[in-house]
């Protein structure tokens, strides 16, 4: 299948400061990729879906302007999670699509003290 | 409104045995329905898909079985094996092109030797 890649796969974090996760499709161009949080022992909600070239869109009860997404390119999304908090921490993992399969990257353990 | 019902939430199994977990459907315009396996800490992958058009799809020891007039779909693992034990979730998507998927609650998979 497809490989999606996400960096870091950890990352401890201050509070008040910025984190940014990369997501990338490593060969093939996906031109939606989608963000999702997962609590513990939970299943997978759904934050946004980024699309190349425009403007992400995100679910509702999402905040925007904290969780800041960026798809610049066919293999790079971007969510950075600004002014973090320990709230946000959580496991974040992209996906991304080739035809009807939806592949996903490793995840990110993020952690804000 | 949970769009995809998945039971049971946790299940043991003995090693050999044939673990099954079910997932229901309100949507009827979903037509593809993918499961995926994750293990702690990391992303979910892609195990195996159906469409509506087959009622049984088999790959290795793992089958889906769907019944369209039912709305439900259920994954069975043959000769379970400690390696299998995992968090699975079914999740469905509509109309195609449409990569957006919504994911059952997860059943927690044990089996033990």
Known sequence: GAVVSQHPSRVICKSGTSVKIECRSLD??????FWY??????????????NEGSKATYEQGVEKDKFLINHASLTLSTL?????HPEDSSFY???AAQGLLAFF????????? | ?????QSPQSLIVQKGGISIINCAYENTAFDYFPWYQQFPGKGPALLIAIRPDVSEKKEGRFTISFNKSAKQFSLHIMD?????????F????????????????????????
């Open chain 2, 90 to 113: 079914c999740a469905a998507t509509a109309g195609a092109g449409s990569y957006q998927l919504t994911f059952g609650k997860g059943t927690k998979l044990s089996v033990i030797p």
């Open chain 1, 28 to 33: 093939f161009q996906a031109t939606t990729m």
């Open chain 1, 80 to 84: 950075t999670v600004t002014s973090a």
């Open chain 1, 93 to 95: 993992i992209c996906s």
């Open chain 1, 37 to 50: 949080r997962q609590f513990p022992k939970k299943s997978l909600m759904l934050m946004a879906t980024s």
């Open chain 1, 105 to 113: 990257g490793q995840g990110t353990r993020l952690t804000v003290v």
């Open chain 2, 80 to 88: 379970s094996q400690p390696g299998d034990s995992a968090t699975y």
């Open chain 2, 1 to 5: 409104q949970q769009q995809v019902k």
